[in-house]
């Protein structure tokens, strides 16, 4: 039974105050929209960064959350205009992506995109503003648009990165953050 195009009910790890533990919640996830995909998240790690912005170290506090941002996963379904994934693709989600459109993402010197960069503040989709997690009717906000301590995920297009299907998922999740870690860092 396909489940493109309906709300997935499934658990997610939600902080729903800073520092206080991670409650595994059952949470609504919306489909994809326009550029957008839903992935299932087959396995995820936890990086110190998940831990810092939990702990409110970082910018403006934003809870509940979602967070998690290491992770390899297959594509549920895709939004419209998404063309170069499909549902079955094994991929990586990644905090900063690419939208090919703007002048870094177009330049050889810079791969930090006008549109997808990192963004610890950001708690919605770019798209439309809107959250595509939910309980009870109330909103869940996205971390760095990738949200991984969840069986389900949204994630724009530009921020998922398709990988060979005999890589294993479980050893290569964690290079989701620490390949782009090191990159920007060039």
């Keep these: 039974m396909s489940t493109a195009g309906q709300v997935i009910r ?21 489909p ?20 810092y912005f939990w ?4 910018q403006t506090p ?4 979602i967070f998690g941002h290491e992770a390899g996963g297959i594509v549920e379904s895709v939004g419209e205009g998404v063309t170069d994934l499909q549902p079955g693709d094994h991929v990586l989600p990644v905090f900063t992506g ?9 330049s050889s010197e810079s791969n930090m995109c006008e549109l997808l960069r990192i963004n610890t503040d950001r708690g919605v989709m770019i798209s439309d503003g809107q959250t595509r997690f939910s309980k009870d009717g109330k909103p869940i906000y996205h971390f760095v648009g990738t949200s991984t ?9 530009g921020c998922v990165t398709k990988i060979d299907p005999q890589a294993p998922l479980d050893k290569v999740c964690v290079l989701s953050c620490g390949i782009s870690t090191g990159f920007i860092e060039l």
């Design 62 to 65: 934003l809870f509940p959350r």
């Design 32 to 51: 994809p929209q326009k550029h957008e995909v839903r992935l299932k998240i087959l396995f995820t790690s936890l990086c110190h960064t998940d831990v």
């Design 55 to 58: 702990e409110a170290k970082g």
């Design 10 to 30: 499934c658990k997610a790890a939600v902080a729903w105050e800073a520092g206080k533990p991670l409650v595994i919640e059952e949470v609504d996830v919306a």
């Design 149 to 157: 301590f969840s069986e389900y995920t949204v994630a724009h297009s």
């Design 98 to 106: 690419e939208c090919q459109q703007c002048r870094h993402c177009k």
